[in-house]
């Protein structure tokens, strides 16, 4: 089903461009839904007629919304190119049984982003739904060349491409000054910084905005990312991840606070002084950009009218994601306006002293570090166009650049000529300065003067320090300033000041006041999407809903989460109740068939049972070691023959006494051909699962499979069949987790699981095996069980406690989940407390959670529990 308002996103552009009504808007799919592609069950057409349909909904919906147009539109590359090493789709849901797009549609002679054919139909599409101004831009990755390639060969291609940009990713060094004037196509920096937020990061992005317009002509150098707003238990950690990389972190909904980054005051360093629109003056054009002797570069921008200015100096040293740092040195290097931008007053009086041309020559003459700041076209031989690049490029300004100003500015034209009596006592005009440097961040100095005789300012540069020289006046460090017609916005803004607290405890929430398909309040979806919603037993009432029955599979962006939406953070003793229903379609069909496979856990330690080092081999030992996705811990149990069966390459069974060779018995583990079912010969192959948790020899159930930990082996530990003790020893039981096929629930001190560097926020939650926490889960098993689970863990959580459920689907069910120190405390239904002690995670996230499935919650509320001194046993 469609609907515009599911997500924040055309709220939030909206909001932007009430701001900035000239906001040029860029929108890039990531991730597409599951359906994008599907022929015959398998998602093999990736760019298709799906797709088209699904970006024209989308630029239709911002329309609908009140965002206005869509300025620029992406193309997103095959899905497969953003599958991480070792990612694969073992384990996760049915759904994501797909071949991968990028053989099946496009060969090996078709470029990552589509065939060009593909393109031409969207701009069709586009232009038949009313969004000719819509602008498309490829390829939103490492540079490609087919698509210049196309542009120059395929005429159709080049026509839906026109006006558009060709958007790379973190380029260093890649020049094309051709680019343009054979394709029509400007060129982006489509992604680029993604580093820390400190000072590095900061004197990274000083100078790849300078050095990317000096090096490529690159006209738009987009952030990634501009404003890090997310849960902050998924807040990047200097260990683990990026230490945070937007222009601002804003982690609390609840108070509206928010912290600056030193990121923000180098963006301001451009950006307070330039608008959409104006112009850049290259090297070519009277030395207005180029490189200083000493290490480092600058930047002119002029305004549309040619008659203000701003000029970009950085010596800045921070080492970039792509890129090396720089070493500079101090120098002192003089500016000289020309043409128009020399204030009329002074142009007139110029031209009325005969000196005056002799005192600027001189000055020009008397240093090589002497740069003309000028948008007089007499100054080249060139045609304006062919050396003055839009800064964004926007489809409204993109032919405007062509002058034939030769006089200067108009005033000029109508000042008064007799300047004799100026003077340089009273003549002044000065310029705005602005510096940073890694102890201060966008500070204002003193105004530069122009000197009366040469119409020059000079400026002492400094080693990694960035300077803004503009002829503009009133920026601020801080909040703009704001006209009485913008209240409203000026209320919002305040608001974001307040003092960054604690999630409000206790705090509850029914539904009952938002609009359908709203999202509540504090909470974030990670996976999934969870909108308001009518209660589909009880039309009056609203809820909240997961609306998703598809893991987006090959059409992903990073590794499938299951759904999950989380609220509040950093939550220690705390009790979470919620009602959850199922509707009665979601669960899966009987399986006539009990065997399905399965993880045999250690019932305390966590561990997993494995074909040791992976190996399939006869004979080879089985032992219990750290729980890792894959087939070597994975098997299938026969509950009819007692067979344990591996699940590799070569189908074996667990076998007992036959594992060294030896004549006698010994008491080792491993995996064997499987023998006839029923001889006395292989009766130490079949297994029976008992009800105090241990896995017994049906021929010897007075002998347990125990673990046995020799010296010097770490985390791993041998199995051995040796004779049950009474009471049963922790290293004697075990359990084979049910995994839910249809589930809902809720989970208490949750955190992701920590991730490499270059991963995402949005991946560190990547499926259950991305996350820790406790959590209380109703539901329906593969095999039509109907069960409870209470775990600690994510995915291999390590069950607690479980049990049988009556109706878990086609009713509300109320859940309680309390954590209490080491203790934590279940109850469904309000029927008898279920009690467990755990350690292994201290604070965390609230969430809501489901498979991909509808499932529906209410009446959420959390509240504050008191600490317990309990502690868990030791293993």
């Known amino acids: 089903d469609l609907s515009c308002d599911r997500v924040m996103t055309f709220w939030l552009l909206r909001e932007a461009r009430l701001r900035n009504p000239n906001l040029v808007v860029y929108a890039l799919p990531s991730a597409w839904p599951y359906w994008v592609g599907v022929r015959d069950n398998s998602q093999t057409e990736f760019h298709s007629s799906d797709a088209i349909e699904y970006l ?162 690159i006209t738009s150098t987009i952030l990634r990312t501009m404003a890090k707003s997310q849960n902050s238990m998924l807040a990047p950690k200097a260990t683990s991840q990026r230490s945070a990389d937007g222009l601002i972190d804003a982690f609390e909904p609840w108070t509206g606070s928010y912290r600056t980054r030193e990121t923000i005051w180098m963006m301001a360093h451009t950006t307070q002084f330039t608008e959409i629109g104006w112009q850049v003056l290259t090297y070519q054009h009277a030395k207005g950009t180029g490189h200083l002797k000493k290490g480092g570069t600058y930047v002119t921008y002029i305004s549309p009218g040619r008659d203000d200015f701003t000029l970009v100096v950085e010596k800045l040293h921070g080492r970039c994601r792509t890129c090396n740092g720089s070493i500079t040195g101090a120098e002192t290097v003089t500016f000289t306006l020309v043409g128009s931008l020399i204030p009329w007053d002074f142009v007139d009086y110029m031209e009325n002293d005969a000196n005056n041309d002799s005192n600027i020559s001189n000055a020009s003459d008397a240093s090589d570090n002497v740069s003309n700041i000028s948008n007089d076209s007499n100054d080249s031989s060139d045609n304006s166009e062919d050396y003055v690049e839009d800064l964004m490029n926007s489809p409204s300004e993109n032919d405007t650049n062509d002058t034939n100003d030769t006089n200067g500015s108009n005033e000029s034209d109508t000042a008064d000529s007799n300047m004799s009596n100026v003077t340089e006592e009273t003549w002044q005009y000065n310029v705005s300065l602005w510096l940073s440097n890694k102890t201060h961040k966008f500070i204002q100095m003193p105004p530069l003067l122009l000197d009366f005789k040469t119409a020059s300012f000079s400026l002492n540069i400094l080693p990694d320090h960035i300077y803004t020289v503009s002829s503009l006046h009133g920026q601020l460090r801080g909040e703009p300033n704001r006209s009485s017609e913008d209240e409203e916005i000026v209320q919002l803004q305040e608001s974001s000041s307040a003092t960054a607290s604690k999630f409000p405890i206790p705090y509850n929430d029914t539904f009952d006041e938002y609009a359908i398909d709203e999202t509540p309040r504090f909470f974030s979806d990670y996976g999934g ?83 040791a080092d992976a190996a399939s081999w006869e004979g080879a030992k089985v032992s219990e070691e750290s729980c890792k996705a894959g087939w070597e811990e994975q098997f299938r149990h026969d509950e009819d023959n007692g067979r344990i069966y591996t699940l590799g390459a070569v189908q074996q069974c667990v076998t007992a006494h036959s594992c060294s060779g030896s004549p006698f018995r010994d008491p ?202 309990l502690e868990p046993p030791a293993y």
């Open 56 to 217: 024209v909904s989308w630029v239709q919906c911002a329309n609908t919304t009140g965002v206005g147009i869509i300025n620029y539109l992406g193309n997103r590359h095959n899905p497969p190119l953003r599958r991480r090493p070792g990612d694969s789709s073992q384990g996760e849901s049915r759904q994501e049984t797909i071949t991968s797009p990028s053989i099946l549609l496009h060969g090996l002679n078709t470029q990552h982003w589509g065939p060009a054919t593909w393109t031409v139909d969207l701009r069709l599409a586009l232009d038949a739904a009313g969004f000719n101004a819509t602008r498309l831009v490829l390829p939103d990755s490492p540079y490609d060349p087919s698509v210049r390639k196309h542009m120059e060969s395929d005429e159709s291609f080049a026509e839906a491409m026109q006006g558009g940009a060709i958007g790379i990713h973190y380029p260093c060094h890649l020049p094309m000054p051709d680019l343009r004037p054979s394709t029509g196509l400007s060129l982006w920096s489509s992604e680029d910084i993604n580093d820390d937020a400190n000072w590095i990061g900061a004197s990274c992005l000083g100078r790849t905005l300078n050095t990317n317009l000096l090096r490529m002509n």
């Open 529 to 611: 999407s969870f909108q308001v919603a009518v209660d589909p037993t009880n039309s009056p009432n609203l809820v909240l809903k997961q609306w998703v029955r598809h893991a987006s599979a090959g059409n992903r962006w990073t590794t499938d989460s299951e759904p999950i939406t989380l609220v509040a953070d950093k939550l220690v003793d705390v009790a979470l109740m919620v009602d959850v229903f199922l509707p009665a379609s979601a669960g899966p069909p009987p399986d006539p068939l009990a065997n399905r496979s399965f993880y045999i856990r250690a019932a305390w330690a966590g561990q997993c049972v494995v074909h």
């Open 668 to 869: 080792d583990v491993c995996t064997q051909p499987c023998g006839p079912i029923g001889s006395l010969e292989h009766s130490n192959q079949s297994w029976a699962w008992h009800g105090d948790g241990s896995l017994r020899l049906r021929s010897k159930p007075e002998l347990c499979l125990t673990s046995v930990a020799p010296p010097g082996h770490g985390n791993r530990r041998h199995l051995q069949l040796l004779h049950c003790k009474k009471p049963l020893s922790f290293a004697q039981q075990w359990e084979a987790p049910a995994e839910l096929e249809v589930y809902a629930g809720a989970c208490l001190r949750l955190e992701p699981v920590p991730a490499s560097r270059d991963e995402d926020a949005g991946e560190v939650l990547r499926g259950r095996q991305g996350r820790k926490g406790y959590c209380l889960r109703i539901g329906v098993s593969e095999n039509g069980d109907a069960l409870w689970l209470l775990e600690s863990g994510g995915k291999h959580a390590t069950i607690l406690a479980s049990g049988s459920l009556s109706s878990p689907l086609g009713s509300w069910h109320s859940l309680r989940l309390e954590v209490s120190g080491t203790v934590l405390t279940a109850k469904i239904d309000g029927q008898k407390e279920v009690r467990a002690v755990d350690g292994n995670h201290r604070w965390g996230a609230a969430a809501l959670v489901s498979s991909w499935n509808l499932a529906y919650f209410d009446n959420f509320e959390l509240e504050a529990r008191p600490e317990s001194d």
